[in-house]
């Protein structure tokens, strides 16, 4: 079992670092993916009279400041579901991120679209972001929000918020935000709250990497039949 508070894989002759906020740094061009943020999710449920609390958007922006400052990302590539709805378009979430853009003038961001971003809409542009459509080819990474294979490069996705089993002292178990390395994709967890986890479907081969309590732990796949 491999554990650490980051892991480095190597991707088609490239090296990635996995850090246990649920990002990944593309060392050699200065590129910190994440995916899922979700933004506004709670302002959704507020709209929909689902008492949640304030303050998530604030305190999802300080874990990626951390991010930045450590990895000293020069760009940010979200894979996805930036905005939840429009309904999370409140003024309130729109300041807070257009705030937290205004300190981060020199950083590049770039927005790979994926399903609820186009029920959202795209972002104001005093967001700063570059909105695309995936598939977002470069070589010898694909940038996509759904998990698929392209002959174009190794595929780097989120959309799924994937978990994993994790076992302890007294038989006790959890399921906890994971990374799943296949053979043609990687699928990263989401980095926005209340976003949930969903099983994977691993194969012999594949890589499963938990986060648990800021750690990346590796996790042995169980053979099926």
């Known amino acids: 079992m491999t554990i650490g508070q980051t892991m480095d894989i190597e991707i088609a002759s490239e090296t990635l670092t996995l850090l246990p906020d ?6 050699r061009t200065g590129t910190l993916f994440i995916a899922d943020p979700h933004f506004g999710k709670a302002a959704t449920f507020r709209a ?11 305190e999802t922006l300080v874990r990626l400041d951390t991010l930045i400052a450590r990895t000293r990302a020069r760009r940010l590539v979200f894979l996805g579901d930036y905005l939840h709805a429009r309904e999370g ?11 937290w853009h205004v300190a981060n003038p020199a950083l590049e961001l ?6 609820h971003d ?3 809409g795209d972002p104001p542009s005093g967001l700063g972001l570059r909105c695309l ?5 470069e070589a010898p990474f694909v940038f996509a929000h759904h998990p698929t294979s392209s002959p174009d490069g190794y595929v780097l996705a989120g959309h799924l918020h994937p978990g994993a089993p994790l076992s302890g002292r007294g038989g006790m178990r959890e399921r906890v935000p994971c990374f799943w390395f296949g053979r043609d994709c990687g699928v990263l967890p989401a980095f926005g709250e209340f976003t949930g986890l969903a099983d994977v479907s691993a194969e ?9 309590d800021g750690t990346l732990v590796e996790v042995a796949i169980r053979q099926r039949g």
Request: proline share 10%; charged share 25%.
């Open 48 to 58: 929909s009279a689902i008492p949640v609390p304030r303050g998530t958007t604030s």
């Open 133 to 137: 459509d995936p598939p977002v080819v």
């Open 89 to 99: 378009r409140s003024p309130e979430t729109l300041r807070v991120l257009a705030d």
């Open 22 to 27: 649920r990002a990944v740094h593309w060392g």
């Open 204 to 212: 012999a081969g594949d890589r499963i990497v938990a986060v648990a």
């Open 110 to 115: 770039i927005l790979v679209r994926g399903n």
């Open 118 to 120: 186009r029920r959202a």
